[in-house]
């Protein structure tokens, strides 16, 4: 069959890469003129694969209210709530509860356990730097409250082989001497030792460019995607800036842009763009060498290589970008004053980046077939894409061939 993969992310391309695996031939069509321009770019780096705690819980409902009035100012809210932010805001608090939280992180543990196999088995196989590294990671928590939910979320993870170990302050700074330089005031620690580290766009560039050098395998950049066509119910072509490409299937991997091309199909996908910035910065004094989350504050230091990335924030601004210099400034700011020593602050150019996260309400990706006949989805991996990628593309090239998901299979 041949196959056309909307979007060359880091979603879109591992699907590609899975579809050719399993003897499709397959075009992936992307705008820019690279892969990994949109929100895989430069990402946290975190291949959290024991992190799939839901952003849906009843924690995140009580501090709801205060994050609406604007008093944590890691979030933000658009002042005029539109009817798109109302439909998904109201979707999301259904989902705040605690069975439907455990659930849905039950949803991308399972996910998450393939993701890390499957990446197992790439790294040695292919020739790619991105910096890949078993880094680890712990997440700093400010309140016994948070401690608490961490120890019940641990026993979660244990279910999938994960370990997500509630530790004391002191056992944190053992593990990683760099917290001690931090001045935060946190009651203790989640440490998670099986987590890695690795540059989303650099594996994208890498695994595309693998894929390009197999037959049947194409990249069509700079090339804009304008409509999917159907016929009689089932997927005909794709409609782009260079013309119309025939397909016998289509998977949409277009990440926040998902709904655009979807809705005048009828398909809602319940997908909202979630705004977070980065800064790519020089090492400091004490740079870590696990992953650290700073809960709370919500942003994450990832040491890539020689140079450390700091990530986070989650705006909720449909897709303005005009406050952008504003929210990095202010990330800037607060990892600044939390992790002084962490990375050269003075850092110029600080490659400071924002992206757009799909995040559907539940936190799922929504992965497999459509009403439509022949149109796929793999997309709305939210805060989690990256760690996600290679088991969603697994699990949408198995659906396409008409096999069952390993993912499932593995449980
Ligand atoms: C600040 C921040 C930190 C994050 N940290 C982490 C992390 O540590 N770990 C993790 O797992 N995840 C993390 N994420 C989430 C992760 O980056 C995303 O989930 C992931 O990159 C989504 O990948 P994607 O391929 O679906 O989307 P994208 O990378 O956005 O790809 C979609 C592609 O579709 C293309 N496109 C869209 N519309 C069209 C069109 N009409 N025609 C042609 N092409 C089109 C775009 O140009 C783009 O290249 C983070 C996100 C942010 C913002």
Partial sequence: MHIAVLGAGVVGVTTAWYLAEAGHEVTVIERENAVAQGCSFANGAQLSYSYMDAMANPAFLAKLPALLAGFDSAVRVRPQINADLLRWGLAFINECTASKAAANTRVNLRLARRSQQLMGELVPTLDMDFSHRSAGKIILLASDKEMRAAARNSKLKAEFGFRADVISLAEAID????????????AGAVHSPGDDVGDSQAFTVA?????????????????????????NGRVRAVDTSRGPIDVDAVVVCLGASSPRLLKPLGIDPGIYPVRGYSVTLRRGQHTNSVSVTDFSRRFVISRIGEQVRIAGFADFVGFRTSKDAQRVAKLLHVAGAVAPCAADYQTSPNRAWGGFRPLTANGRPLLGPTSVTGLYLNTGHGTLGWTLACASGEEVAQAVSGQPAASQLAA
């Fill in 207 to 231: 695994l595309a460019r693998q894929l390009t050098d197999r037959p049947g395998c194409r990249l069509s950049l700079n090339t804009a995607i304008h409509e999917i066509i159907t016929e």
């Fill in 175 to 186: 593990i990683e001497p760099a917290i001690q330089y931090m001045t935060g005031r946190y």
